[in-house]
């Protein structure tokens, strides 16, 4: 049986480490917009007058327009005062690395195979984990303007960004943020049977079926039991002692040990957003 992987929300996390760097892009997030409200009322007033109010309204509507667009960002401007930049180049560089990896998930679950009967129609796999598609990309968050690079990772609505200073955590439009020091990326290689597309950029490194006898060979009562390729994926697990718990598998082991070796090692420089 697959069990959720348990991890805390962020609201958790941004109770555990309140920062007003956090409370700014929280307050930015929950804005709402007036402008199409605005865009909607002058249209309606206009359009019986044959649009002669909107040459007077359209201005007021683009007025608000870049005052919600203010209110709904946070400007963060780093400078690193003379410290070396390498590591953090080096983070950039090993994120870039992940994506161009041909494939990214997140764990949402995982199941011990205990039974002989769960060996059997599970490929012979050990454990057995659900999953989702993720992305790497290098810009923040919509909320945040900044001059800088920001590695982040993907899925669904729950996002990691990689800033210089801390690392961000966003899911829907909640924030929140730990240090380096309290952040362990820890990597691994697994033996993953692989029931969808096979990346091209992955190492195959077995075989095994759908459905297996006691010895590990093709359970013959089961005339449709095709071949599953066996590959060789890299496991990051990312966790702080708040809670967070977020296990990302890549297609290509190499590139999940680099971004892993270069948060471990990572040391935050003194210089903070200006």
Same mark, same amino acid.
């Given at each position: 049986?697959?069990? &959720?992987?348990p !991890?805390?929300?962020? &609201?958790e996390l @941004?109770?555990?480490?309140p920062? /007003?760097?956090? &409370? #700014?892009l929280?307050?930015?997030? #929950?804005?709402?917009?007036t402008?199409?409200?605005a865009?909607?009322?002058?249209?309606?007033?206009?359009?019986p007058?044959? *649009?002669? +109010? *909107?040459l007077?309204?359209?201005?007021?509507?683009?007025?608000l327009?870049? $005052?919600?667009l203010?209110?709904?960002?946070?400007?963060a401007?780093?400078?690193?005062?003379?410290?070396? /930049?390498?590591?953090?180049?080096? *983070?950039? &560089?090993a994120a870039?690395?992940l994506r161009?990896?041909?494939?990214?998930?997140?764990?949402?679950?995982?199941?011990?195979? %205990?039974?002989?009967?769960?060996?059997?129609?599970?490929?012979?796999a050990?454990? %057995?984990?659900?999953? $989702?598609?993720a992305?790497?990309t290098?810009?923040?968050p919509?909320?945040l303007v900044?001059?800088?690079?920001?590695?982040?990772l993907?899925?669904g =609505?729950?996002?990691l960004?990689?800033?210089p200073? @801390?690392?961000?955590?966003?899911r829907g @439009?909640?924030?929140?943020d730990?240090?380096y020091?309290e952040?362990?990326? %820890?990597?691994? =290689?697994?033996?993953f049977?692989?029931?969808? +597309?096979?990346p091209? =950029?992955?190492?195959?490194?077995?075989t095994?079926?759908?459905?297996?006898?006691?010895?590990?060979?093709? =359970?013959?009562?089961?005339?449709a039991?095709?071949?599953?390729?066996?590959?060789?994926?890299?496991?990051?697990?990312?966790? !702080? $002692?708040?809670?967070?718990n977020?296990?990302?598998?890549?297609?290509?082991?190499?590139?999940?040990?680099q *971004?892993? #070796?270069?948060?471990?090692?990572?040391?935050?420089?003194?210089?903070?957003?200006n």
């Amino acid at each position: 049986m697959v069990h &959720e992987i348990p !991890t805390a929300a962020v &609201e958790e996390l @941004r109770r555990s480490n309140p920062s /007003e760097f956090i &409370e #700014q892009l929280q307050a930015a997030a #929950q804005r709402h917009s007036t402008w199409p409200w605005a865009a909607a009322l002058a249209l309606v007033i206009s359009l019986p007058l044959y *649009l002669i +109010p *909107l040459l007077v309204l359209g201005p007021l509507v683009y007025w608000l327009y870049q $005052r919600d667009l203010a209110a709904r960002r946070v400007v963060a401007f780093y400078d690193f005062e003379g410290q070396p /930049e390498g590591q953090f180049t080096q *983070l950039i &560089e090993a994120a870039e690395q992940l994506r161009q990896s041909h494939a990214n998930w997140i764990i949402t679950g995982s199941g011990a195979v %205990v039974t002989t009967a769960q060996h059997k129609v599970n490929s012979g796999a050990s454990a %057995v984990v659900s999953r $989702r598609s993720a992305a790497v990309t290098m810009s923040g968050p919509p909320e945040l303007v900044t001059n800088i690079a920001v590695p982040s990772l993907h899925c669904g =609505d729950h996002s990691l960004f990689l800033l210089p200073d @801390r690392v961000l955590m966003k899911r829907g @439009r909640n924030f929140a943020d730990v240090p380096y020091h309290e952040l362990q990326a %820890v990597v691994s =290689d697994v033996r993953f049977h692989e029931g969808g +597309p096979v990346p091209r =950029d992955s190492q195959q490194v077995g075989t095994t079926w759908q459905y297996v006898n006691v010895k590990g060979g093709p =359970d013959r009562r089961y005339k449709a039991n095709p071949q599953i390729p066996i590959m060789h994926y890299g496991r990051i697990n990312f966790t !702080t $002692r708040t809670g967070l718990n977020l296990q990302w598998d890549c297609s290509q082991p190499t590139s999940a040990r680099q *971004l892993a #070796q270069a948060v471990a090692t990572y040391v935050s420089p003194p210089a903070l957003p200006n």
